[in-house]
């Protein structure tokens, strides 16, 4: 059974870091492209970064480029969101996801699995 759980949620301050986990198991971890994706209270799921299997190839949604890094190691089956300069835009449930495809996708309902979320409060 494939589990992705998030973690590293929490409320902080506009201008402070936070960094979110998501630790999987139950696949072939370095076989998926790894994404996160967030969720505003009344607004629809968005992308927000996603990588490659190797780690090679990143991608970023402009509302988050130069703020937000992803990284992943593959040896402990998890990928990472450093999420740095934070706004109260930036406000979110945040979820894992992962994509059995050689190509980074921004669209959720592409991804074969996802996560249940972990809360991100950003305050002004």
């Known amino acids: 059974q494939v589990q992705l759980v998030e973690s590293g949620g929490g409320l902080v301050q506009a201008g402070g870091s936070l960094r979110l986990s998501c630790a999987a198991s139950g696949l072939t971890f370095s076989s998926y492209v790894m994404g996160w994706f967030r969720q505003a209270p009344g607004k629809e799921r968005e992308f927000v970064a996603a990588?490659?299997?190797?780690?090679?190839?990143?991608d970023y949604a402009d509302s988050v480029k130069d703020r937000f890094t992803i990284s992943r190691e593959n040896a402990k089956n998890t990928v990472y969101l450093q999420m740095n300069s934070l706004r109260p835009e930036d406000t979110a449930v945040y979820y894992c996801?992962?994509?059995?495809?050689?190509?980074?996708?921004?669209?959720?309902?592409?991804?074969?699995?996802g996560g249940q979320g972990t809360q991100v409060t950003v305050s002004s």
């Open positions: 990588i490659s299997w190797s780690g090679a190839n990143t």
């Open positions: 996801a992962a994509d059995f495809k050689t190509g980074i996708s921004r669209s959720w309902s592409l991804y074969h699995y």
